[in-house]
């Protein structure tokens, strides 16, 4: 015996396409926001290297400020640095110097927006000895 007429088996695929379809966008556009995770951290931990590796030979602030913005191709929106100890007066030569960076990560994937109400953020920090005072 036969499992039903050709229109019956059309009618059941399309009902199986409609309910795995959108699980099948969820698991792709999470996937594709992994991704821009990882390139964002990516780029903010390189950001926070460079601010270190600058800070270290020039012990200037405004010259970390001005790698890290370099790193991220200026693009500083959403972006957060820090750098301790604060005054480069107050650094001397052999000291750590910390920088870190921040910046938010857009959500592509409506759920987890809804999830994530403070939404993602990458964060690195960079230690590094003072060559120079």
């Given at each position: 015996?036969?499992?039903g007429?050709?229109k019956?088996?059309?009618s059941?695929?399309v009902i199986?396409?409609a309910?795995v379809?959108?699980l099948m966008?969820?698991?792709?556009l999470s ?9 964002v951290?990516l780029n ?10 600058e ?10 400020y001005e ?7 200026n693009n ?6 820090n750098?301790y ?5 107050s650094r ?7 920088v ?14 809804i ?11 960079s230690?590094?000895r003072l060559?120079?005072?």
């Amino acid at each position: 015996m036969r499992g039903g007429t050709l229109k019956d088996q059309k009618s059941q695929s399309v009902i199986e396409f409609a309910l795995v379809f959108p699980l099948m966008v969820f698991v792709v556009l999470s996937l594709v926001q992994l991704v821009l995770f990882m390139f964002v951290e990516l780029n903010v931990a390189q950001a926070a290297r460079n601010g270190a590796r600058e800070g270290a030979t020039t012990n200037s602030n405004s010259a970390i400020y001005e790698s890290v913005k370099c790193s991220l191709n200026n693009n500083m929106e959403d972006v957060i640095v820090n750098v301790y100890p604060t005054s480069p007066g107050s650094r001397s030569r052999g000291d750590l110097l910390a920088v870190s960076v921040e910046k938010n990560v857009p959500v592509i994937v409506p759920i987890l927006g809804i999830v994530m109400k403070d939404g993602l953020r990458a964060r690195y920090r960079s230690v590094i000895r003072l060559e120079k005072e």
